[in-house]
């Protein structure tokens, strides 16, 4: 079955740039869906971050735009994500998920990852 | 941009109903999805354009989108209930996806 793994640095400093992947198994990237990250800050609710299609287009939410980058690695089978200028407000859990094109619902996701902006 | 407004919390007694609602502006023109979180874990896909179950999820979860409302059900509701549940739409005017605050179901 199609399963995600996030990975990545669990703790990035203030100002410098928060790196992630998530791996595909049982299904290529390349083939079809979209592929997204969505945010939890501690204790709060979802946010989502951005989307890849499979042909390499992107989307980002407004918020985020301007420090957020995120592409595919088709020969990896990765997906990822780069968010520049991180601050103590980039905490939380990340999770990437695969993504219906049709409806855009988010239907198989990672189990997601921890990264803490801190000095 | 978009706006979908949940009530932080709905409580529901053993065996009973619950019903989580999700406003928005027109939300009934739009393909509403359901996911449920359970601490420490990641969501997962409850409901699906409006109200489509994916594989294994009980049909004592149903959902229904009209004017500004969309509503989640949980019939005969169990323990197992107990989580977060967050609505989401994609918003095709700016090709954005939003979530809702999210609900926590308690099961008295």
């Known amino acids: 079955q199609v399963q995600l793994q996030e990975s990545g640095p669990g703790l990035v400093k203030p100002s410098e740039t928060l790196s992630l992947t998530c791996t595909v198994s049982?299904?290529?990237?390349?083939?079809?869906?979209?592929w997204g990250w969505i945010r939890q800050p501690p204790g709060k609710g979802l946010e989502w971050i951005g989307s890849?299609?499979?042909?390499?287009?992107?989307d980002y939410n407004p918020s985020l735009r301007i420090r957020l980058s995120m592409s595919l690695d088709t020969s990896k089978n990765q997906f990822s994500l780069k968010l520049t200028s991180v601050t103590a407000t980039d905490s939380a859990v990340y999770f990437c998920?695969?993504?219906?094109?049709?409806?855009?619902?988010?239907?198989?996701w990672g189990q997601g990852t921890m990264v803490t902006v801190s000095s | 941009s978009y706006v979908l407004t949940q009530p932080p919390s709905v409580s529901v007694a053993p065996g009973k109903t619950a019903r989580i609602s999700c406003g928005g502006n027109?939300?009934?023109?739009?393909?509403v999805h359901w996911y449920q979180q359970k601490p420490g874990q990641a969501p997962v896909l409850v409901i699906y354009?409006?109200?489509d179950r994916p594989s294994g999820i009980p049909a004592r979860i149903s959902g229904s989108n009209s004017g500004n409302t969309a509503t989640l059900t949980v019939s005969r509701v169990e323990a197992g209930d107990e989580a977060d549940y967050y609505c989401?739409?994609?918003?095709?005017?700016?090709?954005?996806?939003?979530f809702g605050g999210g609900t926590k179901l308690t099961v008295l």
């Open positions: 998920a695969r993504v219906l094109a049709t409806v855009r619902a988010f239907d198989i």
């Open positions: 049982g299904y290529s990237i390349s083939s079809a869906y979209y």
């Open positions: 890849v299609y499979h042909t390499g287009t992107t």
């Open positions: 027109d939300i009934e023109s739009k393909s």
């Open positions: 354009y409006d109200r």
């Open positions: 989401q739409v994609w918003d095709s005017t700016s090709d954005h996806m939003v």
